[in-house]
Protein backbone atom coordinates (compact mmCIF):
# COMPACT_ATOMS: atom_id res chain seq x y z
CA UNK A 1 0.00 0.00 0.00
CA UNK A 2 1.43 3.47 -1.13
CA UNK A 3 1.79 6.39 1.21
CA UNK A 4 -0.95 8.38 1.39
CA UNK A 5 1.29 11.77 0.94
CA UNK A 6 4.32 10.54 -1.72
CA UNK A 7 2.46 7.80 -3.16
CA UNK A 8 5.52 5.18 -2.59
CA UNK A 9 5.85 1.63 -1.31
CA UNK A 10 7.35 2.22 1.70
CA UNK A 11 6.96 0.58 5.20
CA UNK A 12 3.96 2.55 6.42
CA UNK A 13 3.11 4.08 9.66
CA UNK A 14 -0.70 4.73 10.94
CA UNK A 15 -1.56 8.01 12.30
CA UNK A 16 -4.55 9.08 13.50
CA UNK A 17 -5.93 12.76 14.67
CA UNK A 18 -9.50 13.92 16.09
CA UNK A 19 -10.60 17.17 14.29
CA UNK A 20 -14.16 18.13 14.74
CA UNK A 21 -15.07 14.75 16.63
CA UNK A 22 -14.11 12.85 13.95
CA UNK A 23 -10.95 10.43 13.15
CA UNK A 24 -9.35 11.33 10.56
CA UNK A 25 -6.72 7.93 9.63
CA UNK A 26 -3.48 8.50 8.00
CA UNK A 27 -1.26 5.88 6.36
CA UNK A 28 2.12 7.60 6.20
CA UNK A 29 6.06 6.62 5.69
CA UNK A 30 8.10 7.73 8.74
CA UNK A 31 10.06 11.07 6.49
CA UNK A 32 6.41 12.09 5.61
CA UNK A 33 4.99 11.60 8.93
CA UNK A 34 7.88 13.41 10.82
CA UNK A 35 7.34 16.35 8.22
CA UNK A 36 3.72 15.89 9.09
CA UNK A 37 4.24 16.33 12.74
CA UNK A 38 6.92 19.05 12.37
CA UNK A 39 3.79 21.26 10.40
CA UNK A 40 6.67 21.75 7.82
CA UNK A 41 5.05 25.00 5.90
CA UNK A 42 6.24 23.40 2.19
CA UNK A 43 4.19 20.15 3.61
CA UNK A 44 0.65 21.95 4.48
CA UNK A 45 -1.56 19.51 6.21
CA UNK A 46 -3.81 20.55 3.43
CA UNK A 47 -1.80 18.99 1.49
CA UNK A 48 -2.38 15.33 2.73
CA UNK A 49 -5.59 13.39 1.92
CA UNK A 50 -7.30 12.86 5.35
CA UNK A 51 -10.28 10.50 5.38
CA UNK A 52 -12.67 10.66 8.23
CA UNK A 53 -13.00 7.11 9.02
CA UNK A 54 -16.16 5.75 8.12
CA UNK A 55 -19.07 5.90 10.91
CA UNK A 56 -20.26 2.26 11.57
CA UNK A 57 -24.02 1.54 10.55
CA UNK A 58 -26.10 1.71 13.72
CA UNK A 59 -27.20 -1.96 14.23
CA UNK A 60 -31.02 -1.98 14.92
CA UNK A 61 -32.48 -3.85 17.91
CA UNK A 62 -34.00 -6.61 15.45
CA UNK A 63 -30.82 -7.12 13.08
CA UNK A 64 -28.93 -8.03 16.28
CA UNK A 65 -28.08 -11.70 16.59
CA UNK A 66 -28.69 -11.67 20.52
CA UNK A 67 -32.08 -9.60 19.85
CA UNK A 68 -30.40 -7.24 22.63
CA UNK A 69 -30.14 -3.65 21.73
CA UNK A 70 -26.29 -3.06 20.57
CA UNK A 71 -24.50 -0.17 21.08
CA UNK A 72 -22.88 1.17 17.97
CA UNK A 73 -18.57 1.71 18.85
CA UNK A 74 -18.27 5.13 19.40
CA UNK A 75 -15.41 6.51 17.09
CA UNK A 76 -14.74 9.74 18.85
CA UNK A 77 -13.87 8.17 22.26
CA UNK A 78 -10.99 6.09 20.60
CA UNK A 79 -7.80 7.18 21.89
CA UNK A 80 -5.21 8.70 18.95
CA UNK A 81 -2.21 6.57 19.07
CA UNK A 82 0.27 9.52 20.01
CA UNK A 83 -1.76 10.40 23.25
CA UNK A 84 -0.81 8.52 25.93
CA UNK A 85 -3.90 7.05 28.39
CA UNK A 86 -2.97 9.36 31.22
CA UNK A 87 -1.09 11.86 32.78
CA UNK A 88 2.32 10.48 34.77
CA UNK A 89 2.30 13.47 36.67
CA UNK A 90 -1.51 13.70 37.85
CA UNK A 91 -3.16 10.85 36.34
CA UNK A 92 -5.70 12.50 34.32
CA UNK A 93 -7.34 10.97 31.86
CA UNK A 94 -6.84 11.71 28.44
CA UNK A 95 -10.88 11.79 27.68
CA UNK A 96 -11.12 14.41 30.82
CA UNK A 97 -8.76 16.24 29.05
CA UNK A 98 -10.18 15.82 26.14
CA UNK A 99 -13.46 17.38 28.02
CA UNK A 100 -10.89 20.73 28.23
CA UNK A 101 -10.26 19.60 32.13
CA UNK A 102 -6.09 19.33 33.02
CA UNK A 103 -5.07 18.33 36.48
CA UNK A 104 -2.01 19.50 36.37
CA UNK A 105 0.72 21.69 34.86
CA UNK A 106 2.04 18.66 33.03
CA UNK A 107 -1.30 18.13 31.41
CA UNK A 108 -0.36 21.01 28.92
CA UNK A 109 2.41 19.30 27.80
CA UNK A 110 1.42 15.43 27.69
CA UNK A 111 -2.44 16.36 26.12
CA UNK A 112 -1.57 19.75 24.37
CA UNK A 113 -3.36 18.35 21.50
CA UNK A 114 -6.82 17.93 22.79
CA UNK A 115 -6.66 20.50 25.40
CA UNK A 116 -6.21 22.76 22.09
CA UNK A 117 -8.85 21.63 20.58
CA UNK A 118 -11.20 21.51 23.57
CA UNK A 119 -10.46 25.59 24.02
CA UNK A 120 -11.19 26.35 20.39
CA UNK A 121 -14.07 24.57 20.30
CA UNK A 122 -15.50 26.60 23.05
CA UNK A 123 -15.16 29.80 20.49
CA UNK A 124 -16.69 29.06 17.30
CA UNK A 125 -15.37 30.23 14.24
CA UNK A 126 -12.44 31.44 15.99
CA UNK A 127 -9.22 29.75 16.73
CA UNK A 128 -7.32 30.63 19.81
CA UNK A 129 -4.13 33.53 19.23
CA UNK A 130 -1.05 32.89 20.85
CA UNK A 131 -0.08 33.92 23.73
CA UNK A 132 0.53 37.61 24.04
CA UNK A 133 0.89 38.84 27.51
CA UNK A 134 3.56 38.93 29.86
CA UNK A 135 6.15 36.24 30.58
CA UNK A 136 7.60 35.61 33.87
CA UNK A 137 11.09 37.36 33.84
CA UNK A 138 14.10 34.77 33.01
CA UNK A 139 18.14 34.71 33.16
CA UNK A 140 17.72 35.51 36.87
CA UNK A 141 20.01 33.05 39.08
CA UNK A 142 16.81 32.02 41.46
CA UNK A 143 14.71 31.17 38.28
CA UNK A 144 17.21 29.16 36.67
CA UNK A 145 17.39 26.65 39.30
CA UNK A 146 13.97 26.54 40.11
CA UNK A 147 13.92 25.43 36.20
CA UNK A 148 16.54 23.43 37.19
CA UNK A 149 14.92 21.57 40.02
CA UNK A 150 11.69 21.13 38.40
CA UNK A 151 12.94 19.15 35.31
CA UNK A 152 14.94 16.76 37.96
CA UNK A 153 11.80 16.47 39.63
CA UNK A 154 10.27 15.54 36.82
CA UNK A 155 12.73 13.09 35.80
CA UNK A 156 12.77 11.40 39.29
CA UNK A 157 9.52 10.25 38.51
CA UNK A 158 9.93 8.81 35.14
CA UNK A 159 13.34 7.04 36.77
CA UNK A 160 10.78 5.80 39.68
CA UNK A 161 7.91 4.20 36.87
CA UNK A 162 11.24 2.58 35.67
CA UNK A 163 12.40 1.61 38.76
CA UNK A 164 15.73 2.65 38.57
CA UNK A 165 16.26 2.82 41.87
CA UNK A 166 20.22 4.24 41.84
CA UNK A 167 19.66 7.09 39.23
CA UNK A 168 16.27 7.99 41.31
CA UNK A 169 18.79 7.96 44.67
CA UNK A 170 21.08 10.65 42.67
CA UNK A 171 18.35 12.61 41.48
CA UNK A 172 17.02 12.64 44.85
CA UNK A 173 20.23 13.88 46.61
CA UNK A 174 20.75 16.67 43.50
CA UNK A 175 16.88 17.73 44.37
CA UNK A 176 17.92 18.04 47.86
CA UNK A 177 20.95 20.46 47.19
CA UNK A 178 19.17 22.36 44.58
CA UNK A 179 16.31 23.00 47.66
CA UNK A 180 19.12 24.00 49.86
CA UNK A 181 20.47 26.46 47.61
CA UNK A 182 17.32 27.53 46.13
CA UNK A 183 16.13 28.66 49.85
CA UNK A 184 19.21 30.67 50.88
CA UNK A 185 19.47 32.77 48.02
CA UNK A 186 17.47 35.55 47.18
CA UNK A 187 15.30 36.38 44.12
CA UNK A 188 16.47 38.30 41.48
CA UNK A 189 20.13 37.14 41.84
CA UNK A 190 21.88 37.26 38.75
CA UNK A 191 24.19 34.68 38.10
CA UNK B 1 -4.97 42.43 62.70
CA UNK B 2 -7.51 40.13 64.51
CA UNK B 3 -10.77 39.24 62.46
CA UNK B 4 -12.37 41.49 65.03
CA UNK B 5 -10.50 44.32 63.85
CA UNK B 6 -10.82 43.07 60.38
CA UNK B 7 -14.77 43.14 61.35
CA UNK B 8 -14.98 46.64 62.52
CA UNK B 9 -12.38 48.33 60.88
CA UNK B 10 -13.67 49.58 56.54
CA UNK B 11 -11.08 49.98 53.87
CA UNK B 12 -9.28 53.10 53.37
CA UNK B 13 -11.77 55.83 51.39
CA UNK B 14 -10.73 58.60 48.32
CA UNK B 15 -9.36 61.53 49.95
CA UNK B 16 -9.41 63.69 47.85
CA UNK B 17 -12.74 65.69 46.76
CA UNK B 18 -12.46 65.89 42.44
CA UNK B 19 -15.80 64.89 40.45
CA UNK B 20 -13.96 62.64 39.20
CA UNK B 21 -12.74 60.60 43.06
CA UNK B 22 -16.66 60.97 42.97
CA UNK B 23 -17.59 59.23 39.83
CA UNK B 24 -14.79 56.96 40.20
CA UNK B 25 -15.70 54.34 43.21
CA UNK B 26 -12.71 52.17 43.04
CA UNK B 27 -10.84 49.76 40.84
CA UNK B 28 -9.60 46.39 41.65
CA UNK B 29 -6.90 44.04 39.40
CA UNK B 30 -6.99 40.29 40.02
CA UNK B 31 -4.22 37.77 38.53
CA UNK B 32 -4.79 33.99 39.36
CA UNK B 33 -1.69 31.94 39.43
CA UNK B 34 -0.75 28.23 40.14
CA UNK B 35 2.39 27.18 41.09
CA UNK B 36 4.48 24.42 38.93
CA UNK B 37 5.14 22.05 41.33
CA UNK B 38 1.60 20.72 42.16
CA UNK B 39 -1.34 19.57 40.54
CA UNK B 40 -4.23 22.18 40.32
CA UNK B 41 -6.88 22.65 43.45
CA UNK B 42 -9.04 20.07 42.35
CA UNK B 43 -6.82 17.17 41.69
CA UNK B 44 -4.40 17.94 44.97
CA UNK B 45 -4.58 16.15 48.20
CA UNK B 46 -5.43 17.62 51.65
CA UNK B 47 -1.51 17.12 52.38
CA UNK B 48 -0.54 18.89 48.89
CA UNK B 49 -2.99 22.14 49.58
CA UNK B 50 -1.42 22.09 52.67
CA UNK B 51 1.98 22.04 51.54
CA UNK B 52 0.73 24.57 48.49
CA UNK B 53 -0.59 27.22 51.60
CA UNK B 54 2.33 27.03 54.10
CA UNK B 55 4.42 27.71 50.64
CA UNK B 56 2.71 30.62 49.59
CA UNK B 57 2.37 32.29 53.05
CA UNK B 58 6.22 32.08 54.11
CA UNK B 59 6.87 33.71 50.21
CA UNK B 60 4.27 36.53 50.66
CA UNK B 61 5.42 36.99 54.41
CA UNK B 62 9.24 38.41 52.82
CA UNK B 63 7.31 41.04 50.67
CA UNK B 64 7.45 44.54 52.28
CA UNK B 65 3.68 45.37 51.51
CA UNK B 66 2.81 41.92 53.39
CA UNK B 67 5.26 42.18 56.17
CA UNK B 68 2.23 42.97 58.63
CA UNK B 69 -0.05 41.36 56.88
CA UNK B 70 -2.50 38.60 58.21
CA UNK B 71 -4.02 35.26 57.35
CA UNK B 72 -7.47 34.07 58.02
CA UNK B 73 -8.57 30.49 57.17
CA UNK B 74 -11.44 30.31 55.38
CA UNK B 75 -12.52 27.38 57.71
CA UNK B 76 -12.23 29.63 61.14
CA UNK B 77 -14.51 31.99 59.47
CA UNK B 78 -18.01 31.55 59.89
CA UNK B 79 -20.10 31.69 56.33
CA UNK B 80 -21.78 35.19 56.71
CA UNK B 81 -18.78 36.69 58.10
CA UNK B 82 -16.60 35.23 54.95
CA UNK B 83 -18.87 36.97 53.09
CA UNK B 84 -17.06 40.41 54.60
CA UNK B 85 -14.41 39.86 52.16
CA UNK B 86 -16.85 39.45 49.11
CA UNK B 87 -18.90 42.65 50.17
CA UNK B 88 -15.42 44.54 50.37
CA UNK B 89 -14.21 42.92 46.90
CA UNK B 90 -11.44 41.77 48.69
CA UNK B 91 -11.95 38.05 47.20
CA UNK B 92 -13.95 36.33 45.31
CA UNK B 93 -17.44 35.46 47.00
CA UNK B 94 -17.03 31.76 45.68
CA UNK B 95 -15.24 31.85 49.03
CA UNK B 96 -16.03 28.97 51.19
CA UNK B 97 -15.18 27.53 54.45
CA UNK B 98 -15.08 23.90 53.71
CA UNK B 99 -12.25 23.64 51.21
CA UNK B 100 -8.91 22.72 53.08
CA UNK B 101 -6.04 24.72 53.93
CA UNK B 102 -8.07 27.47 51.67
CA UNK B 103 -7.89 31.57 52.90
CA UNK B 104 -7.14 34.69 52.58
CA UNK B 105 -3.96 36.93 53.49
CA UNK B 106 -4.77 40.07 54.01
CA UNK B 107 -2.70 43.27 54.19
CA UNK B 108 -3.31 45.67 56.88
CA UNK B 109 -4.51 48.57 54.75
CA UNK B 110 -6.84 46.20 53.72
CA UNK B 111 -5.09 47.09 49.43
CA UNK B 112 -3.82 43.59 48.82
CA UNK B 113 -5.40 40.48 49.30
CA UNK B 114 -4.44 36.75 48.38
CA UNK B 115 -7.03 34.12 47.86
CA UNK B 116 -5.22 30.87 48.72
CA UNK B 117 -6.96 27.32 47.15
CA UNK B 118 -9.79 28.43 45.85
CA UNK B 119 -10.21 27.83 42.21
CA UNK B 120 -7.11 28.28 41.19
CA UNK B 121 -3.71 27.99 43.99
CA UNK B 122 -3.15 31.64 44.36
CA UNK B 123 -5.66 34.88 43.54
CA UNK B 124 -3.42 38.37 43.95
CA UNK B 125 -6.03 40.71 44.14
CA UNK B 126 -4.82 44.53 44.75
CA UNK B 127 -7.96 47.21 45.18
CA UNK B 128 -7.53 50.88 44.82
CA UNK B 129 -10.21 53.67 45.89
CA UNK B 130 -8.48 56.19 43.83
CA UNK B 131 -6.45 54.73 41.82
CA UNK B 132 -7.36 53.71 38.07
CA UNK B 133 -6.59 50.46 36.68
CA UNK B 134 -3.08 50.99 34.99
CA UNK B 135 -1.90 52.11 38.87
CA UNK B 136 -3.76 49.03 39.84
CA UNK B 137 -2.11 46.56 37.93
CA UNK B 138 1.04 47.58 38.06
CA UNK B 139 0.66 47.16 41.81
CA UNK B 140 -0.42 44.01 41.16
CA UNK B 141 2.53 42.76 38.82
CA UNK B 142 5.12 43.60 41.06
CA UNK B 143 3.71 41.48 43.83
CA UNK B 144 3.14 38.76 40.81
CA UNK B 145 6.91 38.95 39.71
CA UNK B 146 8.50 38.84 42.98
CA UNK B 147 6.17 35.69 44.36
CA UNK B 148 6.93 34.41 40.79
CA UNK B 149 10.09 34.53 41.77
CA UNK B 150 9.69 32.52 45.18
CA UNK B 151 6.89 30.21 44.40
CA UNK B 152 7.71 29.49 40.27
CA UNK B 153 3.65 29.80 38.76
CA UNK B 154 2.86 27.14 36.19
CA UNK B 155 3.58 28.97 32.63
CA UNK B 156 3.52 27.94 29.15
CA UNK B 157 4.98 29.72 26.52
CA UNK B 158 1.81 28.94 23.75
CA UNK B 159 -0.90 29.12 26.73
CA UNK B 160 0.47 32.03 29.79
CA UNK B 161 -0.39 31.51 32.53
CA UNK B 162 -1.89 27.75 33.55
CA UNK B 163 -5.25 27.48 35.25
CA UNK B 164 -7.60 24.32 35.46
CA UNK B 165 -10.15 26.27 33.68
CA UNK B 166 -9.37 26.57 29.77
CA UNK B 167 -10.92 30.26 29.52
CA UNK B 168 -8.54 31.77 32.57
CA UNK B 169 -4.79 30.26 30.92
CA UNK B 170 -3.35 33.25 29.58
CA UNK B 171 -2.98 36.60 31.43
CA UNK B 172 -5.55 35.32 34.43
CA UNK B 173 -6.17 39.01 34.57
CA UNK B 174 -9.40 40.19 35.77
CA UNK B 175 -10.10 43.84 36.19
CA UNK B 176 -13.28 46.14 37.63
CA UNK B 177 -13.43 49.63 37.80
CA UNK B 178 -17.20 50.71 39.84
CA UNK B 179 -18.65 54.04 38.91
CA UNK B 180 -21.06 55.79 39.81
CA UNK B 181 -23.43 57.36 37.17
CA UNK B 182 -26.86 58.06 38.07
CA UNK B 183 -27.04 61.38 35.79
CA UNK B 184 -26.05 59.01 32.86
CA UNK B 185 -29.01 56.90 33.92
CA UNK B 186 -31.27 60.05 34.32
CA UNK B 187 -30.19 61.89 31.00
CA UNK B 188 -30.13 58.33 28.79
CA UNK B 189 -33.56 57.85 29.60
CA UNK B 190 -33.82 61.06 28.05
CA UNK B 191 -31.76 60.77 25.40
CA UNK B 192 -32.09 57.07 23.95
CA UNK B 193 -29.81 55.37 21.47
CA UNK B 194 -26.57 56.60 22.70
CA UNK B 195 -25.98 54.65 25.41
CA UNK B 196 -22.56 53.84 27.50
CA UNK B 197 -22.61 50.23 26.54
CA UNK B 198 -22.20 50.74 22.87
CA UNK B 199 -19.53 53.50 23.76
CA UNK B 200 -17.49 50.88 25.62
CA UNK B 201 -18.29 48.28 22.59
CA UNK B 202 -16.20 50.74 20.32
CA UNK B 203 -13.08 50.74 22.61
CA UNK B 204 -12.51 47.42 23.00
CA UNK B 205 -14.10 43.41 23.02
CA UNK B 206 -12.26 42.74 25.59
CA UNK B 207 -14.36 45.12 28.07
CA UNK B 208 -17.37 45.03 29.74
CA UNK B 209 -20.08 48.21 31.25
CA UNK B 210 -22.64 45.81 33.56
CA UNK B 211 -24.34 46.98 36.93
CA UNK B 212 -23.54 45.81 40.46
CA UNK B 213 -25.67 42.34 41.16
CA UNK B 214 -26.87 40.73 44.42
CA UNK B 215 -25.71 37.15 45.16
CA UNK B 216 -26.04 33.87 43.59
CA UNK B 217 -29.48 33.29 41.51
CA UNK B 218 -29.73 29.68 41.91
CA UNK B 219 -29.47 30.56 45.83
CA UNK B 220 -32.75 32.89 45.50
CA UNK B 221 -35.77 31.20 45.21
CA UNK B 222 -37.69 34.28 45.57
CA UNK B 223 -37.60 37.38 43.33
CA UNK B 224 -36.83 40.85 43.18
CA UNK B 225 -39.52 42.34 41.92
CA UNK B 226 -43.35 42.00 42.19
CA UNK B 227 -45.56 42.38 39.13
CA UNK B 228 -48.62 42.36 40.70
CA UNK B 229 -49.96 46.53 40.64
CA UNK B 230 -51.47 45.81 44.35
CA UNK B 231 -47.70 45.19 45.85
CA UNK B 232 -46.50 48.19 43.73
CA UNK B 233 -46.23 50.18 47.09
CA UNK B 234 -44.71 47.18 49.03
CA UNK B 235 -41.16 47.32 50.07
CA UNK B 236 -38.88 45.45 47.77
CA UNK B 237 -36.64 42.82 50.03
CA UNK B 238 -34.70 40.80 48.88
CA UNK B 239 -34.39 37.29 49.80
CA UNK B 240 -31.21 37.28 52.43
CA UNK B 241 -28.66 35.27 50.05
CA UNK B 242 -29.47 38.24 47.54
CA UNK B 243 -28.40 41.23 50.25
CA UNK B 244 -24.70 41.67 48.93
CA UNK B 245 -23.16 43.33 45.97
CA UNK B 246 -20.80 41.78 43.52
CA UNK B 247 -19.26 43.14 40.68
CA UNK B 248 -19.33 41.85 37.31
CA UNK B 249 -20.96 38.55 38.35
CA UNK B 250 -21.68 35.89 35.29
CA UNK B 251 -24.80 35.58 33.93
CA UNK B 252 -24.66 32.25 35.13
CA UNK B 253 -25.09 33.81 38.67
CA UNK B 254 -27.05 36.40 38.63
CA UNK B 255 -30.37 37.17 36.89
CA UNK B 256 -30.74 39.88 33.98
CA UNK B 257 -33.18 41.67 36.27
CA UNK B 258 -30.81 41.70 38.62
CA UNK B 259 -29.03 44.86 37.91
CA UNK B 260 -28.65 47.35 40.81
CA UNK B 261 -28.96 51.16 40.74
CA UNK B 262 -26.79 53.51 39.24
CA UNK B 263 -23.56 51.78 40.26
CA UNK B 264 -22.01 50.72 36.83
CA UNK B 265 -19.54 48.07 36.78
CA UNK B 266 -16.35 48.51 34.14
CA UNK B 267 -14.57 44.71 33.30
CA UNK B 268 -12.09 43.91 31.57
CA UNK B 269 -10.85 39.86 31.51
CA UNK B 270 -8.07 38.54 29.77
CA UNK B 271 -7.98 38.66 26.05
CA UNK B 272 -5.97 35.58 24.14
CA UNK B 273 -3.65 37.43 22.06
CA UNK B 274 -3.31 41.04 23.82
CA UNK B 275 -0.52 42.15 26.63
CA UNK B 276 -1.84 43.04 30.36
CA UNK B 277 -0.24 46.10 29.93
CA UNK B 278 -2.55 47.13 27.04
CA UNK B 279 -5.79 45.81 28.85
CA UNK B 280 -5.03 47.86 31.57
CA UNK B 281 -4.69 50.99 28.98
CA UNK B 282 -8.17 50.10 27.37
CA UNK B 283 -9.91 50.01 30.73
CA UNK B 284 -8.44 53.48 32.02
CA UNK B 285 -9.48 54.70 28.53
CA UNK B 286 -12.72 53.19 28.90
CA UNK B 287 -13.16 54.54 32.28
CA UNK B 288 -11.84 58.18 31.37
CA UNK B 289 -14.50 58.15 28.24
CA UNK B 290 -17.62 57.29 30.99
CA UNK B 291 -16.46 59.63 33.88
CA UNK B 292 -16.46 62.47 30.71
CA UNK B 293 -19.75 61.47 29.87
CA UNK B 294 -21.30 61.29 33.40
CA UNK B 295 -19.74 64.62 33.96
CA UNK B 296 -21.56 65.61 30.89
CA UNK B 297 -24.79 63.98 31.86
CA UNK B 298 -24.48 66.27 35.05
CA UNK B 299 -24.28 69.43 33.50
CA UNK B 300 -27.65 68.88 31.87
CA UNK B 301 -29.21 68.26 35.25
CA UNK B 302 -27.95 71.43 36.90
CA UNK B 303 -29.32 73.42 33.59
CA UNK B 304 -32.59 71.61 35.12
CA UNK B 305 -32.48 70.97 38.62
CA UNK B 306 -36.09 70.02 39.62
CA UNK B 307 -35.52 66.79 37.97
CA UNK B 308 -32.71 65.90 40.21
CA UNK B 309 -34.60 67.51 43.09
CA UNK B 310 -37.48 65.77 42.93
CA UNK B 311 -35.38 62.24 43.18
CA UNK B 312 -33.65 63.91 45.80
CA UNK B 313 -37.26 64.60 47.67
CA UNK B 314 -38.84 61.07 47.24
CA UNK B 315 -34.94 59.46 48.07
CA UNK B 316 -35.00 61.50 51.98
CA UNK B 317 -38.97 60.76 52.22
CA UNK B 318 -38.53 56.91 51.54
CA UNK B 319 -35.31 56.71 54.20
CA UNK B 320 -37.03 58.63 56.83
CA UNK B 321 -40.35 57.42 56.66
CA UNK B 322 -39.75 53.67 55.52
CA UNK B 323 -38.78 50.80 58.29
CA UNK B 324 -37.53 48.54 56.10
CA UNK B 325 -35.12 49.22 53.51
CA UNK B 326 -34.26 46.92 50.09
CA UNK B 327 -31.28 46.45 48.88
CA UNK B 328 -32.13 48.00 45.43
CA UNK B 329 -34.23 50.80 46.85
CA UNK B 330 -30.86 51.70 48.69
CA UNK B 331 -28.37 51.60 46.07
CA UNK B 332 -30.18 54.15 44.71
CA UNK B 333 -30.44 56.02 47.05
CA UNK B 334 -27.17 56.06 47.86
CA UNK B 335 -26.22 56.49 44.35
CA UNK B 336 -28.60 59.73 43.89
CA UNK B 337 -27.84 61.57 47.21
CA UNK B 338 -24.30 60.69 46.40
CA UNK B 339 -25.00 62.90 43.32
CA UNK B 340 -27.12 65.76 44.90
CA UNK B 341 -24.24 66.67 47.78
CA UNK B 342 -21.64 66.49 44.92
CA UNK B 343 -23.53 69.12 42.74
CA UNK B 344 -24.64 71.19 46.02
CA UNK B 345 -28.19 70.21 46.24
CA UNK B 346 -27.83 68.75 49.30
CA UNK B 347 -26.41 69.77 52.41
CA UNK B 348 -25.53 68.36 55.99
CA UNK B 349 -24.62 65.16 54.34
CA UNK B 350 -21.17 63.19 55.35
CA UNK B 351 -19.05 61.82 52.64
CA UNK B 352 -17.33 60.07 54.27
CA UNK B 353 -20.16 58.22 55.94
CA UNK B 354 -22.42 58.19 52.30
CA UNK B 355 -18.98 56.25 50.61
CA UNK B 356 -18.82 53.76 53.80
CA UNK B 357 -23.09 53.20 52.97
CA UNK B 358 -21.66 51.11 50.15
CA UNK B 359 -20.10 48.57 52.13
CA UNK B 360 -22.54 48.77 55.44
CA UNK B 361 -25.67 48.43 53.48
CA UNK B 362 -24.97 44.70 52.86
CA UNK B 363 -25.23 41.80 54.27
CA UNK B 364 -22.63 40.78 56.33
CA UNK B 365 -21.88 44.47 57.36
CA UNK B 366 -25.49 44.43 58.66
CA UNK B 367 -25.23 41.06 60.57
CA UNK B 368 -22.57 42.64 61.95
CA UNK B 369 -24.86 44.76 64.43
CA UNK B 370 -26.10 42.72 67.40
CA UNK B 371 -30.13 41.53 67.64
CA UNK B 372 -29.89 41.24 63.42
CA UNK B 373 -30.52 37.48 62.36
CA UNK B 374 -28.12 37.22 58.62
CA UNK B 375 -30.36 34.50 57.63
CA UNK B 376 -33.80 36.88 57.72
CA UNK B 377 -34.22 39.33 54.65
CA UNK B 378 -36.61 41.40 57.03
CA UNK B 379 -34.19 41.99 60.35
CA UNK B 380 -31.34 42.84 57.17
CA UNK B 381 -34.08 44.93 55.52
CA UNK B 382 -34.87 46.84 58.99
CA UNK B 383 -31.22 46.82 59.97
CA UNK B 384 -30.12 48.49 56.62
CA UNK B 385 -32.96 50.97 57.36
CA UNK B 386 -31.82 52.69 60.38
CA UNK B 387 -28.60 52.88 58.85
CA UNK B 388 -29.76 54.97 56.18
CA UNK B 389 -31.56 57.32 58.55
CA UNK B 390 -28.57 57.25 60.85
CA UNK B 391 -26.20 59.09 58.19
CA UNK B 392 -29.21 61.27 56.00
CA UNK B 393 -30.20 61.99 59.31
CA UNK B 394 -29.80 65.53 59.33
CA UNK B 395 -29.40 65.94 55.50
CA UNK B 396 -31.91 68.31 53.95
CA UNK B 397 -32.46 69.86 50.36
CA UNK B 398 -30.60 73.28 49.50
Known sequence: MPCDHCKKNKELKSYAEVKDGQIYRLSLCEECLALYLSKAPEFSRNAFSRTAAPKKA????????????????????????????????????????????????????????????AADSSVPDKARPPYAGRHPQSGSLH???????????????????????????????????????????QPGEQP | MTFEDFRLRY??????????????????CSLTRNLADFSFCHRCSAE???????????????????????????????????????ERFLSSYRLSGTETASGVLLSEDQRIALTLNREDHLSIRVLSPQEKGMAVWEIADQVDTYLQEKLGFAFHDKWGYLSPSLHRCGTGLHMVTLLNMPANALVAGRNAGDSAEAQIATLSSGLKLQYLSPGMLPRCPSGYITPAVAELMAPRIEDYPCQSLYPGSSEKT?????????????????????????????????????????????????????????????CLALIAQTHCLG??????????????????????????????????????????????????????????????RTVFEKAALV
Request: with cysteine; aromatic share 6%; glycine share 4%.
Open chain 2, 48 to 86: EKEAVQQRILQAAKTLSALKDASYFPADTVSPVDLLLFG
Open chain 2, 11 to 28: PHQRSDETVSSEIHVLSF
Open chain 1, 143 to 185: NDLRQELQEKRRRLRAVLEQEQYEEAARLRDAITALENTLSAI
Open chain 2, 254 to 314: AAPQATLGFYRVLTAKHVPGIHDRVIAAQMDEAADALILREREARKILIERPEFLRDYVRR
Open chain 1, 58 to 117: KVRREDSPTGLKATPEKEATSRPPDIPETCPDCETSWLQAKKGHPGCPSCFGVFDTLLRH
Open chain 2, 327 to 388: LKEGLVCLSILRLAAETGHLKNCDKQQTDLLLYAMQRAHLALSPGVDPEDPFSLAEERAKRF
